[in-house]
C-alpha cells in the first residue's frame, strides 16, 4: 500500500507566530561583520539558530547560549 492511501484527515494550514531576531555587528577583525540568530521559544524551551548557517543551534546548556540569552536580555531592557 503506498503511503499516501494510508492518509486520511490530511489538512494544510499555515501557523502565523511573531518571530524573534537577534542580530549585533562585530567589531573584531576577522569574523562575519553581522551576525543573526532566531531566538526559537517554545513553551520554554528556547534554542538560538543561526540565520547564515540553519544548521547551527545553540541550547540551553552551551556556554555560548547563556551570551546570546544575556545579549537578548540586555537589548529587551533596553528597549
Not at 494544510?12 to 549585533?24: A, C, E, I, S
Not at 521559544?41 to 540553519?54: A, E, I, L, S, T
Amino acid at each position: 500500500m503506498k503511503f499516501i492511501e494510508q492518509v486520511e484527515n490530511l489538512k494544510v494550514f499555515t501557523v502565523t507566530k511573531p518571530r524573534t531576531y537577534l542580530t549585533w555587528t562585530n567589531t573584531e577583525e576577522g569574523r562575519d561583520v553581522i551576525d543573526t540568530y532566531e531566538r526559537i521559544d517554545d513553551n520554554g524551551f528556547v534554542v538560538y539558530v543561526n540565520q547564515y548557517n540553519k544548521s547551527m543551534r545553540t541550547i540551553k546548556g552551551d556556554s555560548f547560549f547563556d551570551e546570546l540569552e544575556e545579549m537578548y536580555n540586555s537589548a529587551l531592557n533596553e528597549a
